[in-house]
């Protein structure tokens, strides 16, 4: 089903220019001429992000923004304007505005932004976000983890660089949150940047934006996230991943604390606070030549590492009831399924963790989940599921892939006559048949939606598109 947008500006032509970008680009669109209008059909329900013009009559954009919250209305909104300037942009960011266009802007960066835009609040639904006010999103009854929040909640009062490391999936991005909602910055904006998510040219004017004509296409000034993370902090997820070409100019900002949009004439200064996270052995690339040493130990003023989900498995049942509470599942783990959980190596931590529950708590008939539901196995990772039973073991289990490992390609809904439950699960004489029945399941229970299938499934959308692909040609 193709996203619903809501575009809201008094200017008729814009409106419908923005109307027919966006519907060539496969969404549909809800308009509206000023901000009150606009706040009646976000309430009403039905829209998946929001494009405003800040300027606009009986409502502007920002007070548009501050309405859906106080409705209890969490969308991702994107503001566009004529005349902005840093500091308009600055309190949109403070708002949870995912960005921020000045007109006049190209086709190809209006729908970029709202992909970007539509793909995290995805990712937000999927694994659910928690409120920021105070960092109870970080849950943990392990005297490790306690250990470390407090500890971070001492040096949030500091305005020195952090870094955290940590393997993928053990919540750093919101260990960083904690910090900037402890810190005396926590009344500005909180901005992430993915390194590892853009090429070099793009992250440079990310990150430092650039002025109107500053290259073929730049058709206007646009905001760095430097600029837009003024008097908050700047997350710099994956630091490892940032090419060595720019880690100087990075390293520039932090030392002179100003920042040089391209074609610009001259710097902007920047209040900000850095916070940077990753996988990587850091000092290792120093030694190596794949990281500058100056650089990491601008950023390695005072690290903090978080454990992954094995070295605290304490946390697991605490965790898995707090995932069915905020999802809405009333599911509880039985003593075996938790040994079994415990017992798992977790290689993509929280984040695997979380799809396992899901995808069990889909399965699952009754309110008790046991081990059978789970589908994981420790040593097989080379498909959705294992060749064949585990010795000593009498029936197939399915597992969960640390990494999608299946070739592949976007599915649609998988034509059966009726969703399979779980004894028609247990009961098919075939891998491939249970294969078959579970993807049948999935897709069911989350309404055909491909995205969050293959998320559930621990696929690809090509692996599973692939696969309905075949079973269609099977039939």
Known sequence: ????????????????????????????????????????????????????????PRINGLDLVRRSHEAGVALPFIMISGYATVPEAVEAMKMGVFDFLVKPFSYRELVSLVEAALTQDSEKQQYGELPKQDGKEIITCNPRMQALLKFAAQVARSQASVLIRGESGTGKELLARYIHTQSRRSTGPFVAVNCAALPEGLLESELFGYERGAFTGAVSTKFGKFELAHTGTLLLDEI??????????????????????????????VDIRVIATTNKDLQEMVSQGAFREDLFYRLNVIPLRLPPLRERTGDVGLLASTFFCRNGYKKVLSPEAVHRLKAHPWRGNVRELFNVLERAAIVAAEDSIRPEHLFIEEEITTGIFADGPAIGSARTEWVTPSRPVLNGAEIG?????????????????????????LIAKVLDEVHGNRTQAAKLLGISVRTLRNKLRQYREES
Do not use: H
């Open 1 to 56: 089903m193709a996203k619903r947008i809501l575009v809201a500006d008094d200017d008729p032509t814009m409106r419908n220019a923005l109307d027919e970008a966006l519907q060539t680009a496969g969404y549909e669109t809800v308009s509206c001429e000023d901000g009150a209008d606009a706040s009646q059909t976000i309430r009403a329900g039905g829209v998946d992000l929001v494009i405003s013009d800040v300027r606009m």
């Open 240 to 269: 490892g991943e940032i090419p060595l070409g720019l880690q100087p100019k990075l390293l520039r900002v932090l030392q002179e604390r100003e920042v040089d949009r391209l074609g610009g004439k001259k710097p902007c200064p």
């Open 413 to 437: 809904p998988l034509e059966a006559e009726q969703p399979p439950n779980e004894e028609a699960i247990e009961s098919c004489s075939t891998v491939r048949e249970m294969e078959k029945r």
